[in-house]
């Protein structure tokens, strides 16, 4: 019995294999998508100086401070959407019990604000639960019982249900970790402040879940896909043994669940994870970004003693050794089936300037999903807003930062003045322009040929065919000299080769 069970393990590889040979063979068909260069899926040569360059956001101001008497230092795990004509935000509302200021301790909640611009935000009274005597707040899930279910609030993941016939009652969901059993439970709402459960037991208990778990309606596979916190050798006993990593599981309705695995980064270093942050780009839909939290700790030494507060960072060591030594920043990542990650290893937002607030265990943890916001250059094009957690369990308030990133910025393939080319992989599109987002400099261009499959220019789509482009655009769109169309190409497998010179190539689609 136990030889058949291994026959069937190593055939289900086998065929598991042969199916990934046969997916990466198939012709790629982009039809007019916006495609990104935050993955290799594209990509078959990078030639002379061109390299594929991650890019940070730009450091904004502090957009909101926690600073409500049932708020606090410990505030955190930011939920940030887009819903018709405002914002709307949840977030961990928690004085941390390790915080240099512990006299406002309280149970974990979370708290609910909202922004007409995703930079100005106003906390409601919502009057739905009482903190020390008043209904005077902004809380919209507390700890303990709640529509029949013992929820932590304090571990919130809340979002608006994008799926096409999501009924009128169930627009907003939220997955909260159980406060009894280890798991998660779903909640549901017609207005993103009245909640009730969605089943009086967790729908996920195969993980650790001390984190900020999620889930959202996926288009590409037209189901839930959630993300949760587990340890690689958690067991029934022992949930917190092992490198803290990233679990992932498919749904139609939020309750049942299928398909379990853990994320696997190709051939980048184990790290440990303590968020995931992961969403359809929906610039891109077809590709997921994650923005999980990279915890290290760095242990004592001469330059973790030169960081910041140091009588702080002691006197939280005193009550755990890592408080004091453990610290945290954004990394960026993206998937294409929601399993298998391309993850960079440098930082994507780093803990940066060493100054009061920062360089701390639970700073840089960046806010669930990213917003199109209006840029502050007049004339400047919308751009995407990112926020992240500074000034964690420090006195009585941590904060929210907003960063900023152009347009599709996460990655770009970029070239000195030296020059570069990227020779895609062949593809079919549909489209009657070729729009590019890019930048260069004053002297810098960008050059684009049109292949055929095996890499032979087309007649009037040659290099010299190209006006260079130079600028800095979100949409450009290429233009040949032949004046040839490009309607008889479509649906046929092409190549596009770009020739870059002090430029970074965003992305691009056909139109």
Known sequence: MLKIRQIDFYLLIFCALVLNLRAQNDPLDIGSRLELFVDDHLIDQLNGDAIARMHHPIAREVVIRHDKPWEGSGSGYHSIFHDGEKY????????????????????????????????HWEKPNLGLY?????????????????????????????????????????????????????????????????????SQKPVITEGAFDSQNLAFWDPNIKAYRAYWRFFSEGTKDDIYAGIRGIRTAISDDLIHWRSIQDLDYFDAAEEQLNTNQIKPYFRAPHILLGFPARYIDRGWSHPMRSLPELVEREDRSAISPRYGTALTETLFMASRNGTHFKRWEEAFIRPGIERDGTWTYGDSYVAWQILETDSAIKGAPRELSIYASENYWKGQASALRRYTLRMDGFVSISASMKGGTLTTKPFSFSGLSLILNFATSAAGSIHVEILDESGKPLVGFGLEDCPPIFGDAIERMVTWSSEKRLDDLQGRLIRLRFTLRDADLFSFRFK
């Open 88 to 119: 709307r935000m949840y977030y961990k509302s928690w004085q941390h019990t390790a915080s240099s200021d512990s006299s406002n301790q309280h149970p974990l909640f979370c708290a609910y604000a909202t922004s007409m611009d995703g930079i």
């Open 130 to 198: 009482k903190f020390q005597g008043s209904k005077d707040n902004n809380i919209v899930f507390i700890r303990g019982m709640m529509d029949g279910v013992d929820a932590d609030g304090g571990h919130p993941a809340v979002w608006k249900d994008e799926r096409p016939d999501v009924p009128q009652d169930g627009r907003f969901k939220a997955l909260l970790r159980s406060n009894g059993e280890p798991g998660l439970f779903a909640f549901k709402s017609p207005d993103g402040i009245h909640w009730t459960s969605m």
